[in-house]
């Protein structure tokens, strides 16, 4: 069954962050992809996260589209206005592409060119109801298409969020359920309990929620995290396990797997694994 139809469904999605090269040599990524085929549902591929410039979404996704893996492709409102957004998200859906997040995109100074300018044409909301409008058989200006796409569609909430911000969260995650998201991805997530107080929030609305488990690489990493990553909560103990660890890395995929096992056993909607470049540790988070 393909993702979208198992989403949709009810059935646990596991999802798994593939990112593209900066450069036209894609072996690495088709091996690293169909060394866990039959394992995951679909990779998300990356829109040139953190501002770096690398292989496109829909390019990536092509590809592995190609090697008979489901794919999710990122669109972003950061490089691209109107008229080029619809352009991609028609292509994509034609090519089987049947499943998009919408995301704003971080500004180019993260990122590798910082002479780049962002384009914001159109802010987040502004996208999904332009999706919602295409998934009708017309385009943002109304005017009709020869041809609907049908995409299930997704986007972002920063469930780690507390105090006035979460409020001001779950106002924006109704805004974007208004304009046709069906599903949420998290931030990184190292405490369950953390996201359950979320959860609780937003019980009312049912939301599809995805939570992102991310593998750490060391302790000086799961610091950095804690401490500049505002509302992505780290325990203690868990970067203490991994300091007492003798095998660091091991460690690190150990407990990658563990967050896996307990989303699912929460009965979360699905579960997305970003390796950060790691995506050759995948097949032992994933139990093989």
Not at 147 to 173: K, Q, R, Y
Request: hydrophobic residues 45%.
């Amino acid at each position: 069954m393909r993702m979208k139809e198992k989403l949709l469904s009810g059935e646990f999605v596991l999802l798994a962050e593939m990112d593209p090269p900066k450069g036209t040599d894609i072996s690495e990524m088709v091996a690293n992809a169909i060394r866990v085929k039959g394992k995951v549902d679909a990779f998300v591929i990356p829109e040139m996260s953190n501002a770096v410039m690398k292989m496109s979404s829909l390019g990536g996704c092509m590809l592995l589209q190609g090697k008979g893996l489901d794919t999710v492709m990122q669109t972003c409102c950061r490089d691209r206005n109107r008229l080029a957004l619809q352009a991609d998200l028609l292509a994509a859906n034609a090519l089987g592409i049947s499943i998009v997040i919408a995301i704003t995109g971080e500004e180019p100074s993260f990122g590798d060119h910082h002479r780049a300018r962002a384009v914001h044409d159109v802010d987040l909301l502004e996208l999904l109801d332009g999706i919602k409008k295409l998934k009708s058989g017309r385009d943002m200006a109304g005017v009709e298409l020869k041809g609907t796409p049908s995409f299930c569609v997704g986007s972002v909430v920063n469930a780690g969020a507390s105090g006035g911000a979460l409020d001001i969260e779950i106002e924006d995650m109704e805004r974007k359920i208004e304009a046709g998201a069906e599903f949420f991805i998290t931030p990184p997530v190292f405490d369950l309990q953390h996201l359950g107080r979320f959860m609780k929030r937003v019980a009312a609305h049912s939301p599809r929620i995805i939570p992102t488990v991310m593998l750490l690489k060391s302790v000086g990493m799961a610091r950095y995290i804690q401490r500049h990553r505002e509302h992505v909560h780290i325990p203690e103990d868990l970067i203490r396990r991994i300091q007492q660890a003798p095998d660091k890395a091991r460690e690190c995929v150990r407990i990658a797997a563990e967050l896996v096992s307990e989303i699912k056993e929460a009965g979360y909607s699905g579960v997305l694994v970003s390796t950060i470049g790691w995506e050759d540790k995948l097949p032992g988070i994933l139990g093989e």
